[in-house]
């Protein structure tokens, strides 16, 4: 079955310290990836994602994210946490092209919280 | 330029009544999505539609929901008679045809049946 995995439906983090957030996937086909921020009162934002190529993508805000495909992985990474980077992070994989219906499977989610 | 809209906000109604999302996707996206995350749980998928035709419907909970994109522009999504599960935030999502995009998301519409 397809699904996404969110391991961490919190963390906090001090203001300055790097912040991994996790996402592992299972899907059939080569999966097209994406990781979306919700702000309080925002809507979903795009902060990055990877559809082929270097495995390492790069995205806005500072943030980044790496597949790895031999551990089915799309985490996401920061060197240097913001007091505006609090928010919930979702991870999605979908398929795009070819037909298909394009819906994305998105994970439970992880609230960000972030300490002065 | 503007993105996805969505109205009205906030809906607070009683088990029963009827209420009706709007999505006005970005101008000239072809695809539109609606998507539901009810609290505590994963974002998930509604339908698809194809300018005014629906791609894919698997997602829709059950014949209380009707989602409708005539003209192949904004779509309403019906909830007649809402239940208390019904509950959450419904976001819309738009994107492109052809080629490899994301999908841009609204803000999506909070529902509360009580």
């Known amino acids: 079955a397809q699904s996404v995995t969110q391991p961490d439906i919190h963390i906090t983090v001090s203001e300055g310290a790097s912040l991994e957030l996790r996402c592992n996937y299972s899907y059939g086909a080569t999966p097209y990836l994406f990781w979306y921020v919700q702000s309080p009162g925002q809507g979903l934002q795009l902060l990055l994602k990877?559809?082929?190529?270097?495995?390492l993508v790069q995205g806005i805000k500072g943030f980044e994210a790496e597949f790895k495909r031999s551990q089915s992985s799309f985490n996401l990474r920061k060197p240097s946490v913001h007091w505006s980077d609090a928010a919930e992070y979702f991870c999605?994989?979908?398929?795009?092209?070819?037909?298909?219906?394009?819906?994305?499977?998105f994970g439970t989610g992880t609230l960000l919280a972030v300490q002065p | 330029e503007a993105g996805v809209t969505q109205f009205p906000s906030h809906s607070v109604i009683e088990k029963g009544q009827t209420v009706t999302l709007r999505c006005d996707p970005i101008?000239?996206?072809?695809?539109l999505y609606w998507y539901r995350r009810v609290m505590g749980k994963e974002i998930k998928f509604l339908l698809h539609?194809?300018?005014?035709?629906?791609?894919?419907e698997s997602g829709m909970p059950n014949n209380r929901f009707l989602a409708e994109r005539t003209g192949g522009t904004y779509s309403t999504l019906k909830v007649q008679p809402a239940e208390l599960e019904d509950s959450g935030v419904y976001f819309c999502?738009?994107?492109?045809?052809?080629?490899?995009?994301?999908?841009?998301f609204g803000q999506g519409t909070r529902l509360t049946v009580v």
């Open positions: 101008s000239g996206h072809d695809n």
């Open positions: 539609f194809v300018k005014e035709s629906k791609q894919d």
């Open positions: 990877y559809f082929s190529g270097d495995t």
């Open positions: 999605a994989v979908g398929a795009l092209g070819g037909g298909a219906t394009n819906k994305l499977i």
């Open positions: 999502a738009s994107s492109p045809l052809g080629g490899l995009t994301e999908a841009f």
